[in-house]
């Protein structure tokens, strides 16, 4: 019973081993030419012969006998061509499954071009195995390796280990996106082993992965690369939110590895200074995106240093990081004056003079969170709504010194306004029709029940 139930528990991934060992058929190859079936508005074409009766005929040649004509299926009657263009809006798993129904699909679902992608988000399923399959199969026409492989998805996978990065970084070597959010078991070594043998990966996403500390070459690869030039890690995006493991020393490595890098989060790397922050603004001057939110130990030393990045930075999250003070806002809107998203959720020793330099030197601020400043007051409003029109969102929730004329000054000003929230905010049903009237687009988050 006991192995009964075992086999009922297997994914329709593991199960594409179990398919009939088909003999080795041509590449699928698109054809051209060919005519129409049925006359319908759009047109189906049509890759069988069709008896005048609906019935398709088995064919003796491949069959080796006569059989009786059967009825035909609505699938019979598309070609080659329209049942790989369905199959390529099918995710993985169904696509695995449609290779177990009869040889002409078992065909058409391991078509290359099908398997650019893989996504097996959170699946329960052994995935170190289910890796070895797929990618064994992909290879089979280009031996060891998955050349039309670009992006990988397993996020929620808990079961993946150091055997399945190791499956992707030998059989895998055009990867550009790889997502392994919440696998906790993988490690640096393995991690080492994908960036250096998959030399186009661009997007990495380990957030919670508390093992990683840290992202590098392989001594092997070090070994390789151009004595004079070095080898770069060529990631532009990487997110290790919750990689609580990542300290200064392992970040000084990252940042002078991934030079190329625009996107960068390390929400919650709670470990990381402002020693850490100066390493990756002295080494990624391509920086547009970074987040260290509820990293509390940075200061505003680490603003300081990364107003190096000028004009280039776009976006900035320091969400509770409560030692940053005007002094770190004004250094940073001095340098940083095309910011269009600022988080400065929780950064409670910053006032109105914080708030007036932003405005005044970031006026094409598109968003702003200010929540839980409680020393920021009306006045800081009144500055933001006159200098900063192009505002979509702001976020004022339990700013408990903002009252009705503030967030009326917004409303008369920041017209475009798409989301405003109020949640806990001593803001009366008045002002809030004031900003329904001005700002017709906005959805309000409020926590006044008698708002209507």
Known sequence: MQQVRRMEQKSSIEETEMIPPYPPRKLYQPRNGLKPAISHSHKVYASVHVNGDGTIPYNSEKSGKLGKDRRLSPFDLLSDDLVVKIFSYLPTDQLCKCACVDRRWYDLSWEPHLWTHIDMSNEKLDID???????????????????????????????????????????????TTLEVAGCYNITNEALYEVVSRCPNLQHLDITGCPCITCIALTPEATMRACPLHGKQISLQYLDMT??????????????????????????????????????????????????????????????????????????????????????????????????????????????????????????????????????????GLEVLALNCPLLKKLSLKSCERITDRGVQMIAANCTDLQMLNIQDCKISTEAYRFVKRHCKRCIIEHTNPGFC
């Not at 959720?345 to 914080?354: A, K, N, P």
């Open 242 to 379: 919750d990689c609580y493991g990542l300290e200064d020393a392992g970040l000084k490595v990252i940042a002078s590895n991934c030079r190329e890098l625009t996107r960068f989060y390390l929400r919650r790397c709670v470990r990381i200074t402002d020693v850490g922050v100066q390493y990756v603004a002295n080494n990624c001057a391509m920086l547009k995106e970074f987040s260290v939110s509820d990293c509390r130990r940075v200061t505003d030393f680490g603003i300081r240093e990364l107003a190096r990045l000028g004009a280039q930075l776009r976006y900035l999250s320091v969400v509770h990081c409560d030692q940053v003070t005007d002094v770190g806002i004004k250094t940073l809107t001095k340098y940083c004056n095309k910011l269009r998203y600022l988080n400065i959720r929780g950064c409670e020793l910053v006032t109105d003079t914080g708030v007036e330099y932003l405005a005044r030197q970031c006026n094409k601020l598109r968003s702003l969170d200010i929540g839980k400043c409680s020393l920021v007051t009306d006045r």
């Open 129 to 175: 195995r289910a890796l070895r399959i797929l990618t064994w199969r992909l290879s089979r026409e280009t031996p060891n390796v998955c050349l039309m492989l670009e992006k990988i998805k397993l996020s929620g996978c808990e079961k993946l280990s150091n055997k399945g990065l190791h499956v992707i970084a030998k059989r895998c070597p055009e990867l």
